[in-house]
């Protein structure tokens, strides 16, 4: 759990978790395989999605959606997005969105 101190911290920043500090401690220094080895039981028990995002059926023929392999556009305006869920591949409860936007400037 690579985010978990940021996550912890921030939580107590805002108000929204308190902990003693053996907890706390305890909490930071869990190893992720031991997190994995808690959190095995409940993972079994959550269905299994493939993706968390969809082609909207309007735009869908109007909008090339292209591969990696098609990357080679240097066209002043032309935009590339990519949307990543931070899920661990498991789509409910919550998760992390990450939503990356680039656009190719002509710079004179």
Do not use: Y
């Not at 759990?1 to 940021?6: D, E, K, N, S």
């Not at 059926?57 to 392999?69: D, E, G, P, S």
């Amino acid at each position: 759990m690579p985010f978990l101190p940021q996550l912890v911290t921030a939580m107590e920043q805002h108000g929204h978790l308190r902990l003693p500090a053996d907890v706390r401690a305890h909490l930071l220094s869990i190893s992720p395989a031991t997190v994995d080895r808690m959190l095995r039981p409940e993972r079994e028990n959550i269905k299994r999605s493939i993706s968390t995002t969809r082609r909207g059926n309007l735009l869908k023929h109007q909008i090339q959606v292209r591969t990696f392999a098609d990357w080679d556009d240097v066209t002043p305006g032309f935009l590339e997005a990519d949307l990543v869920a931070h899920c661990g591949g498991n789509t409910n409860g919550a998760f992390l969105n990450t939503l990356v936007l680039e656009i190719k400037l002509k710079i004179v």
